[in-house]
């Protein structure tokens, strides 16, 4: 017998029709049944042990796959030779301090530095707060082109820089806005100094204009030009479309290159969908913001109606990211059938970050910290996003990294 229980062995022997004691046999089955039914009601003293115990398995196993998936990943990490692209995304870099760059720029400079050939850096928009460049003579120019002058020494001689219209460059969105963005295209191209670096789309046209480097196929974009009430064109602009309906059409038209493995990207200013203030949240005027009374807001009929636009131009063949500023802090997100992720990389002026929420689609946010997005598009196939956020936290100013695409 072992716990409590008869052994195969002793229940055949006591059930043998030879058995000189059939009292014996009756009493030993009876005795059989009543033990097996206490077992039975009885709870395994050890049941809750074994559950928890399988409990805390899984959550191990689960954590141990999420950080798999999306562990930190470090420069030194991926050979130089196997990376093919580098970009970095920083927006609304517009407001630098007076008295010296600091992060996140500076910083941004020097990972640029290490292999400026293969680099190529986008501001995204807002590059001069909080009126664009005025006419020369006005009181602000000076420190106007003192702010964007910063931002176009970030650029390492080889490598090389774009800089996308944001809505502070129209003028912040005033009639005087379509000469504003000319004034700034004619300013960086002063200020350049043999830099390869250009405004896209230029003189005040919506775009879409692409460039191809390797795998990558970049589609850049003046979500502004959507936005803005007042004068669009005159009879210096030449644009190539100047309608909705034919920007959409050539949207379509650019999302779809030609080849196996290419690498889509849509720059702009204005994001498809924000967790910030733009986005109706946070701050004593985040809920106003709903209202929908701000053509910058997500949900106003305007804004609404560009993103509707946009989308419907993505359909079918949706771009890896659409990245995009605006709101000053650092998101990745989950984009849907249209767009595979989203990024808002508007952190770039230390003085003007803001707050954030986590959304559903939300992957990483990071709100009240400056900070810019890399983007390492490797040989053959792979794209890894990594987020550096400032002042860092520990010794590593990087604060999340992701496969966009696996190798």
């Given at each position: 017998m072992q716990n409590g229980r008869l052994s195969v062995a002793q229940t055949v022997r006591l059930t043998d029709p030879t058995s000189e004691n059939r009292f014996a046999e009756k009493s030993v089955a009876r005795t059989m049944d009543q033990q097996e039914t206490a077992h039975r009601k009885r709870p395994h003293r050890f049941a809750g042990a074994a559950r928890a115990f399988a409990n805390t398995a899984l959550c191990l196993l689960a954590l141990a796959v999420v950080v798999s998936c999306h562990h930190k990943v470090t420069v030194e990490e991926l050979k130089p030779e196997e990376i093919e692209t580098t970009l970095f995304l920083i927006g609304d870099a517009g407001e630098p301090d007076p008295r010296q760059v600091g992060s996140p720029l500076d910083s941004l400079a020097v990972?640029?530095?290490?292999?400026?050939?293969?680099?190529?850096?986008?501001?995204?928009?807002?590059?001069?707060?909080?009126?664009?460049?005025?006419?020369?003579?006005?009181?602000?120019?000076?420190?106007?082109?003192?702010?964007?002058?910063?931002?176009?020494?970030?650029?390492?001689?080889?490598?090389?820089?774009?800089?996308?219209?944001?809505?502070?460059?129209?003028?912040?969105?005033?009639?005087?806005?379509?000469?504003?963005?000319?004034?700034?295209?004619?300013?960086?191209?002063?200020?350049?100094?043999?830099?390869?670096?250009?405004?896209?789309?230029?003189?005040?046209?919506?775009?879409?204009?692409?460039?191809?480097?390797?795998?990558?196929?970049?589609?850049?974009?003046?979500?502004?030009?959507?936005?803005?009430?007042?004068?669009?064109?005159?009879?210096?602009?030449?644009?190539?479309?100047?309608?909705?309906?034919?920007?959409?059409?050539?949207?379509?038209?650019?999302?779809?290159?030609?080849?196996?493995?290419?690498?889509?990207?849509?720059?702009?200013?204005?994001?498809?969908?924000?967790?910030?203030?733009?986005?109706?949240?946070?701050?004593?005027?985040?809920?106003?913001?709903?209202?929908?009374?701000?053509?910058?807001?997500?949900?106003?009929?305007?804004?609404?109606a560009m993103r509707d636009s946009l989308r419907s131009a993505f359909f079918g063949h949706p771009p890896l990211a659409y990245v995009a500023g605006h709101d000053h802090n650092l998101q990745v997100l989950r984009g849907g059938r249209n767009v595979d992720y989203l990024l808002v990389s508007g952190a770039g002026a230390a003085g003007k970050t803001e707050c954030a929420v986590r959304m559903r689609e939300s992957y990483y946010v990071s709100q009240h910290r400056a900070g810019f997005m890399r983007v390492d598009i490797m040989r053959g196939k792979g794209v890894l996003l990594r987020v550096y956020r400032y002042p860092p936290v520990g010794k590593s100013a990087l604060a999340y990294s992701r496969w966009l695409e696996v190798r």
């Open positions: 990972q640029a530095a290490a292999a400026p050939e293969r680099t190529i850096i986008i501001f995204l928009g807002d590059n001069v707060y909080p009126n664009g460049i005025p006419a020369e003579g006005a009181a602000e120019w000076a420190d106007a082109r003192r702010r964007l002058d910063a931002q176009v020494k970030a650029i390492p001689l080889g490598a090389r820089g774009i800089f996308v219209p944001g809505n502070h460059d129209w003028a912040n969105a005033t009639p005087f806005g379509l000469y504003s963005i000319r004034l700034e295209e004619q300013m960086i191209a002063s200020l350049a100094q043999g830099r390869d670096v250009r405004m896209m789309p230029s003189n005040g046209c919506p775009g879409p204009v692409k460039l191809d480097v390797g795998r990558l196929h970049l589609v850049a974009l003046d979500t502004q030009w959507w936005l803005h009430s007042f004068i669009v064109r005159d009879e210096k602009s030449n644009c190539p479309v100047s309608t909705i309906g034919a920007v959409t059409a050539a949207l379509r038209e650019q999302v779809r290159p030609q080849g196996d493995g290419r690498v889509v990207l849509v720059a702009a200013h204005h994001p498809l969908m924000t967790g910030g203030i733009h986005g109706g949240y946070c701050g004593v005027t985040g809920p106003f913001r709903r209202f929908g009374g701000n053509a910058q807001d997500i949900l106003s009929g305007a804004n609404r």
